[in-house]
């Protein structure tokens, strides 16, 4: 599975970006997906994660209200929508999918993509 994501860049806090992660290789529907983050100095930590036909949706605490996964099954594309953004929100963000198990904090996903920098300025 080759996972591509996009649509990250420099952002004022407040603001929004909406993340997009393409796969292919393998039927996506069939795919558990999500998004993990990495910030400079600290450790990955989970994001959001949504099940195959996108009802099932979780989220990390300090993301919930603010971010919004979603998936078109049709178009092979998950996304991030990220609205009231803070600075602390600056982190590389990784689309991830796993073929068998649902993505959550303590697992780690089968399947990475290379990651998409979004920054937020004070």
Do not use: H
């Not at 999918?97 to 303590?106: F, L």
């Amino acid at each position: 599975v080759q996972l591509q994501a996009s649509g990250g860049g420099l952002v004022q806090a407040g603001g929004s970006l909406r993340l997009s992660c393409t796969a292919s290789g393998r039927t996506f529907s069939s795919l558990y997906m999500g998004w993990f983050r990495q910030a400079p100095g600290k450790e990955r930590e989970f994001v959001a994660a949504i099940s195959w036909g996108g009802v099932n949706t979780y989220y990390e605490d300090s993301v919930k209200g603010r971010f919004t996964i979603s998936r078109d099954n049709a178009k092979n594309t998950m996304y991030l929508q990220m609205n009231s953004l803070k600075p602390e929100d600056t982190a590389i963000y990784y689309c991830v999918a796993d073929p068998t198990s649902i993505v959550r904090p303590s697992t780690t996903p089968q399947y990475w993509g290379q990651g998409t920098q979004v920054t937020v300025s004070s």
